[in-house]
C-alpha cells in the first residue's frame, strides 16, 4: 500500500515562529501535493512539485514556501505563521500519468494551530 | 478553467435509507473523476474513480457514473449506515497541468 507520512498530527506555534510541515511518501511518486482545508472551503492546493527541485505555486501560496531536495520529502513552511494559517494541512502524492489512470494519495493531516 | 461543484451539506439520514450527492463538473477534454472520504481526523481516502465516460466506479456499496452529457459524477448508495457518516469529495485530475480540482466536500451523518 502506498503510505504517505505526515510528521505530525497536531501542532500549537506561536504568531511569527518559522513552522516546518514534513511529507513523505513511499511509492516513488513523481507529484506531491499540500492543501489547506478549511470549513466551507474545501480544500485549496498551496504548492506542489512534480519533480525534485521543482515547484509551481497553486491557488493560495501567499505565506508559505516548500522544499524538495529528495523525491520522496516535500515539506512545507510558513515563513512567519500567523493566525490566519490556522488549518488542517493535507499532503498528497500520485504518479503522473499522460492518460488519465492516475489517483492522489493523502497523509492524515497536521491541524496546524497558531497562537 | 477547471472545477467541482457539489451539493451543500450537511446531509442527515436514517440508517438503510438512499443517498445522493450531487456532482459537476467544468473541465476541458476528457478528465477522469473522483470520489474521495474523509472520516473525522484523517486524511482522505478514495472512494470510488472513473476514468471515462459511461464508467460506473464502485467501491463498498457506493456507486457513481460519468456522465459527459451532463458532465456529473453523482454518488449514491442505496442503505446507508452509521458509519458511512464521513465528509465526501468529489475531484476530478485532467493529465494537462497535472493538477487535482476537489470539489468543497458533503458531510453526512447517518443516524440509528
Known amino acids: 500500500d502506498v503510505k504517505v507520512t505526515q510528521s505530525s498530527r497536531y501542532l500549537v506555534k506561536r504568531t511569527g515562529e518559522k513552522v516546518f510541515l514534513e511529507c513523505v511518501q513511499d511509492m516513488d511518486h513523481e507529484n506531491m501535493f499540500w492543501y489547506r482545508q478549511d470549513p466551507g472551503l474545501g480544500l485549496r492546493l498551496i504548492y506542489f512539485?512534480?519533480?525534485?527541485?521543482?515547484?509551481e505555486k497553486g491557488d493560495i501560496p501567499e505565506g508559505y514556501s516548500v522544499s524538495r531536495e529528495k523525491k520522496e520529502r516535500f515539506s512545507l513552511i510558513l515563513e512567519s505563521a500567523s493566525t490566519n494559517q490556522t488549518s488542517m494541512y493535507l499532503c498528497?502524492?500520485?504518479?503522473?500519468?499522460?492518460?488519465?489512470?492516475?489517483?492522489?494519495?493523502f497523509g492524515q493531516g497536521t491541524r496546524l494551530t497558531v497562537v | 478553467g477547471n472545477s467541482v461543484t457539489q451539493m451543500e451539506g450537511p446531509v442527515t439520514l436514517s440508517e438503510e435509507a438512499f443517498l445522493t450527492i450531487n456532482c459537476t463538473y467544468t473541465?476541458?477534454?476528457?478528465?477522469?473523476l473522483f470520489w474521495y472520504v474523509q472520516y473525522p481526523g484523517e486524511g482522505l481516502q478514495l472512494l470510488l474513480k472513473?476514468?471515462?465516460?459511461?464508467d460506473k466506479g464502485s467501491n463498498k456499496g457506493f456507486e457513481a457514473t460519468y456522465r459527459k452529457e451532463t458532465t456529473s459524477f453523482h454518488l449514491e448508495k442505496g442503505s446507508v449506515q452509521v458509519s458511512d457518516s464521513a465528509v465526501y469529495f468529489c475531484?476530478?485530475?485532467?493529465?494537462?497541468?497535472?493538477?487535482?480540482?476537489f470539489g468543497t466536500g458533503t458531510s453526512l451523518t447517518v443516524i440509528p
Open positions: 472513473a476514468t471515462k465516460a459511461d
Open positions: 498528497a502524492s500520485s504518479f503522473w500519468s499522460q492518460g488519465k489512470n492516475t489517483e492522489a494519495f
Open positions: 475531484a476530478l485530475y485532467r493529465p494537462t497541468g497535472n493538477q487535482f480540482y
Open positions: 512539485s512534480y519533480d525534485v527541485k521543482m515547484k
Open positions: 473541465a476541458t477534454g476528457y478528465p477522469s
